[in-house]
Each structure stands twice: as structure tokens, then as C-alpha cells.
């Protein structure tokens, strides 16, 4: 994800000592009265639905009920899913570093983890209702000090809840297993899991069950070594000129294409004369690009192109129900040929190709691209971060995106960020409650919050 993920420039935190790293004091809030049992809910970043679950199989977190799909929203990042399962404001932009549409420049970036974690660094309101996260520091220092981190990152998460009143609802974010994952692989992934598991059944013994424990993740991860796609220099070999402002009128072929973490995703803006049709178009020819998405304003089309073809999905709204269409131009980029037919054969098609979008969603929530239309349509056309790219690019498994400087430094075990099922996929669980097979991020706030 964004703000956890390598990027380029360790200095300026490494040389901060523990002492004077910021730490958020929980925000007073009116306690409105409480029919339901106190909840303790804890976000741990990155971590897939299966394995999860398959923590649950070796006996791990068995003091709660069988996990659910949660799904995270395209590009499968921090930022981007937690604003959507909380319904808080969007980001600027995917990551740290994004591209500003209106200042037409690069803004943010590795400055904003230098010093105190001050309200311009906070991307989006869903950070006012933590009662714990980690230090600024902590993001980076997870790369260097795995282990020592994520002990002293659960140290501090307790020590915070048990000096909060007994009668209230705690929400704390532990980011180090996403670092974790990234770095370390499942293995270590496991062990820190079997630590939480330790923390969270004292926790369970100390407040009993008055106490509800709610664990779920942002977005999921793939768990295989991962190789940098060569992006930029396509790009350039393709003819465009890649810039970090398009603040003067230069040439018709430029794009800006935003590196900070090492993601499977992509986000790229393109000047103003630039066609996005045609940037697709050259995207499909890169080793390691699955898909992109655009949007194409001609017919309110969000445009799917890649090496297995191009498709064009539409969406309408009727007598308020949400309807989508698949429509294959040539090839079936996403793999929904059999659903397309199946939707047909049940008579949920209507002559235009649109289906109902809850047929959809009840068919494609396993999918290899977990909601796809929905999904897929909405990354473009809904303001999931305020400065929406022109492109979204899709990586495939085992590749990645972001700043060279700290690919050199790291092998990345796994990674996150494109729309297939590993990262789609974060999980859902709770000692008290059990939840439908599969929870929307756009759908996931009552089920956190309420
Ligand atoms: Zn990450």
C-alpha cells in the first residue's frame, strides 16, 4: 500500500530517534449510549483473506467466527480501500505522490513522513477515528527492522488500548504486517500472526465477552517474488515524454506516471492533447501490464484493454437499480465469458446486454477479478481519490510498479495494488458476529462501525 510501502528515500526517518516520533492522541468524542458490546476493531494491513484463514485452520484466532471476503476497491491500496470501507473523504491521489490535475504537477511524496504527523499529512478522514497508529517513522522502518518493529508496534497498540475507558470503542491500525508480507513473505507473516494471536486472546481474557474483537484488512496481497515492469522506458520508446508538471504547453504526446511504492498498479495522467485511447493502446505491447481501464466520455464507457483482448463496460441506472453490461470488442480482457453467458442463459440479460448489478456481484465475487464491472467501472468514473488518472494500469501477479532507488535495496516477497483476487481479497472477522460470504468496501462501514 501507499504509505507503508518501499519507497526511494530512508534518510530523514532513520535519523529520527524514537523519542520525538509523533504520536496521535486519541480524539474525545460524545459517548453516544450503547446497545451492542464494546468493540475492539483492528485493521491489519495487508493481509489476504487466505491466509487468514488459513491461520484459522492451524488453530489460530479460534476464538472467532469464520472470516469473510472483504473487497477491496481497484487500486488494492491503504488509502484508497480504508476511505471506501469507512466512507471518508477520498485521498488526493493513490499514494504519498500523486499527480495534482489542477496545480498540473507532481505533489507529496517522502516529505510527508519527515517529522510530525501534522493535518496536511493526514490523507483522509478515516485517520481521525484511529485511537492507535503507528509512528510516521514506523512505515519505513518496518524494511529495515522487521521484527523489532512489529513487537514495538504491538506494544504500543496495547498499552494505548488499555489506557483507554473500558466503555468505549477502540479502532487501531497495525500497518507492520504489511511491511511484513512485502519483505518477509508468509513465513514471517505467520509468526508475527501467532504473536497478535497471543496479544489478542490476554486481551480476550482480561475484558470477557462484553468486549467484541473485529480483525479485518484493507486489501489482500500476492505471495510471490515480484519483478519491476519497465514502464517508463516503454513509455519513452513509445514516444512520450514522461514529466513530473505539464504546468508550460509542450509537446502532444506527455504523460506523468506517478513512482513511490513498489505496486502491482500504475496510475498515469496525460496532458492535455494527449489520447488516452492511444497510450492504452501502446500499454497492451508491455510484459507485465494485464489490463488498463479509461474512461471513454463518447458513450460513458470505463474502456478494459489488454493482452487478452478489449472490452468496454457501461452502467445505468433504472428506477433506482444499477445495471452493468460487459460488451467484449475483441477478446474477453477479464475472463467473464462464462458469467456473460450464464447471466444470458438465467435471463438476466436484457437485449442491450445490461444485467442487474447484484446478478453480477453474486457471480463474480470469487472471480479471478473479484466484482469486476462494478469495480473496474467505478475506478475511473467515482471519486475514489480526488485526482482520478486518465489510465489506470493493472499488473499482472509477480510484477511491479514504483521508485527504483528502493527496488535496488529490497527483494519484494509480495505485493499489492492490482485488481486480481489475491490483493482484492482482504478479510473480515469477528468473536461476536457472523457476516454475509462477502462484504463491498462501499458496504463495509456498518458492519466496522455501527
Ligand atoms: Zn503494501
Redesign the pocket.
Known amino acids: ?2 504509505e ?2 518501499p519507497s526511494h528515500d530512508l534518510t530523514p526517518v532513520l535519523a529520527e530517534t524514537e523519542g520525538s516520533q509523533d504520536e496521535r492522541r486519541p480524539v474525545l468524542r460524545a459517548v453516544k449510549p450503547q446497545t451492542r458490546p464494546r468493540r475492539l476493531l483492528l485493521c491489519l ?2 493481509v489476504p483473506f487466505d491466509v487468514v484463514t488459513e491461520a484459522k485452520s492451524r488453530g489460530l484466532f479460534d476464538g472467532f467466527r469464520e472470516p469473510t471476503r472483504l473487497l477491496s476497491p481497484f487500486p488494492t ?2 488509502n484508497v480501500a480504508l476511505a471506501q470501507m469507512l466512507g471518508a473523504t477520498p485521498p488526493n491521489g493513490y499514494e504519498s505522490l500523486y499527480f495534482d490535475r489542477e496545480a498540473q504537477e507532481l505533489r507529496g511524496g517522502v516529505r510527508k513522513y519527515i517529522g510530525r504527523r501534522t493535518p496536511d499529512k493526514v490523507p483522509s478522514s478515516y485517520m481521525d477515528e484511529l485511537d492507535y497508529q503507528e509512528p510516521l517513522a514506523f512505515e519505513f522502518l518496518i524494511y529495515v527492522a522487521t521484527d523489532a518493529v512489529w513487537r514495538a508496534d504491538m506494544r504500543r497498540f496495547r498499552e494505548r488500548f488499555r489506557s483507554t475507558p473500558p466503555t468505549r470503542d477502540f479502532f487501531g491500525f497495525l500497518k507492520a504486517t ?2 511484513l ?2 519483505i518477509g513473505g508468509p513465513e514471517r507473516l505467520t509468526v508475527a500472526l501467532r504473536s497478535l494471536d497471543r496479544l489478542l486472546r490476554d486481551i480476550q481474557a482480561e475484558c470477557g465477552s462484553e468486549t467484541e474483537i473485529v480483525l479485518f484488512s484493507d ?1 489482500g ?1 500476492n505471495l510471490e517474488e515480484n519483478r519491476r515492469v519497465h514502464l517508463l522506458t516503454h513509455l519513452k520508446r513509445s514516444g512520450y515524454e514522461v514529466v513530473s508538471h505539464m504546468r508550460r504547453p509542450r509537446g502532444r504526446r506527455r504523460v506523468s506516471a506517478p513512482a513511490f ?1 513498489l ?1 502491482g498498479y500504475a496510475a498515469i495522467y496525460c496532458g492535455e492533447e494527449t489520447d488516452n485511447a492511444d497510450l492504452a493502446e501502446s500499454l497492451r505491447q508491455l510484459e507485465g501490464v494485464d489490463f488498463s481501464v479509461r474512461r471513454d466520455e463518447s458513450d460513458a464507457a470505463a474502456v478494459v484493454a489488454g493482452a487478452r483482448g478489449v472490452a468496454r463496460i457501461r452502467r445505468e441506472e433504472r428506477a433506482g437499480q444499477t445495471f452493468y453490461s460487459y460488451e467484449r470488442r475483441d477478446g474477453d480482457p477479464l475472463g467473464l465469458d462464462e458469467v456473460v453467458r450464464a447471466l444470458g442463459e438465467e435471463g438476466l440479460t436484457d437485449e442491450r446486454g445490461f444485467a442487474p448489478d447484484a446478478a453480477w456481484i453474486a457471480r463474480t465475487w470469487s472471480h479471478e477479478y473479484p466484482d469486476a464491472p462494478a469495480n473496474l467501472y467505478e475506478s475511473v468514473y467515482s471519486p475514489r481519490v480526488r485526482h482520478t488518472a486518465d489510465v489506470l494500469v493493472s499488473l499482472g501477479d509477480g510484477y511491479y510498479y514504483g521508485a527504483s532507488h528502493f527496488s535496488r535495496m529490497v527483494r519484494l516477497l509480495a ?3 492490482n485488481a486480481l483476487r489475491a490483493s482484492s481479497t482482504a478479510f473480515l472477522m469477528s468473536t461476536h458476529r457472523d457476516f454475509p460470504t462477502h462484504v463491498r468496501s462501499t458496504e463495509a462501514r456498518p458492519f466496522l462501525r455501527d
Open positions: 500500500m501507499s507503508v510501502c494491513d495487508g491500496l491503504t504489511d511491511g508480507l512485502h486489501h496481497m511504492g505496486c505485493t499489492h495494488g
